[in-house]
């Protein structure tokens, strides 16, 4: 099992009032599954996922990465796990401006000390029908293409995890369809697990299994 995650409690305080966000919510992840969270607007999709990769900590539950308890993980020891383990694609692309996309994708290789960092960032370019766009600057770049970089650098050190939190949300919808088919392609390629964040029900169906994050608990269902 990749990911097993029990009664994760998380609060934010807002002026007077505490806004309890997640409630006990719970999940599990094996190599080669697609999970989809869904949820109404607010409903803590995207709190749940930065949990899950280490941006937000806890308040309550466990996390348990490959067999490790990752609960009270040190942001220093959440960054190395990312790093080594976790990709996370974001809706917004979070590219770096002045970087290429070679050097964006490079980026994780080069922080973990990859002597093979630009060979294996062009093979990823490649791979997502990039490399002859290489040493274009995000500006450069369509909406599709700075998507499909910014998987190229979440695949980048083969990370046993995806998180994608609204992947295809800023794209028109034949380029999010085209974006989705290379996600689900590079995920069962590298036997890697997928947990999608999405407000879309029919891109949740393409997942194996679906939960409804609803008044801060995960369980099955329809919105």
């Known amino acids: 099992m990749i990911l097993n995650c029990q009664n994760i409690t998380k609060s934010f305080t807002q002026g007077p009032n505490q806004i309890d966000v997640l409630k006990g919510a719970s999940l599990s992840l094996d190599s080669k599954d697609t999970l989809a969270v869904v949820g109404k607007s607010g409903s803590g999709k995207s709190t749940l ?52 996309a070679l050097e964006n994708t490079m980026l994780p290789l080069e922080i973990a000390g990859d002597e093979n960092a630009r060979e294996k ?5 490649e791979s997502v029908g990039l490399k002859e766009r290489a040493l274009h600057f995000p500006n450069q770049l369509s909406g599709g293409e700075k998507q499909r970089v910014a998987i190229a650098r979440a695949m980048s050190n083969r990370p046993k ?19 989705m088919n290379l996600l689900f392609d590079l995920v069962e390629k590298e036997d890697m697990g997928l947990i999608l964040v999405t407000h879309e029900m029919q891109l949740a169906k393409r997942c194996k299994r679906t939960l409804v994050l609803s008044q801060g608990v995960l369980k099955e269902g329809n919105l």
């Open 161 to 179: 995890l995806i998180l994608a939190d609204e992947p295809s949300g800023s794209l028109d919808e034949e380029t999010g369809v085209s974006i």
């Open 121 to 125: 960032a062009l093979s990823l370019l």
């Open 49 to 100: 996922l930065s949990i899950l990769c280490g941006i937000e900590s806890v308040d309550g539950g466990q996390i348990h990465f490959e067999d490790r308890d990752i609960t009270k993980y040190s942001q220093q020891e959440m960054t190395a796990l990312r790093a080594s383990s976790i990709g996370v694609v974001f809706q917004q692309f979070h590219l770096i401006e002045h970087l290429n």
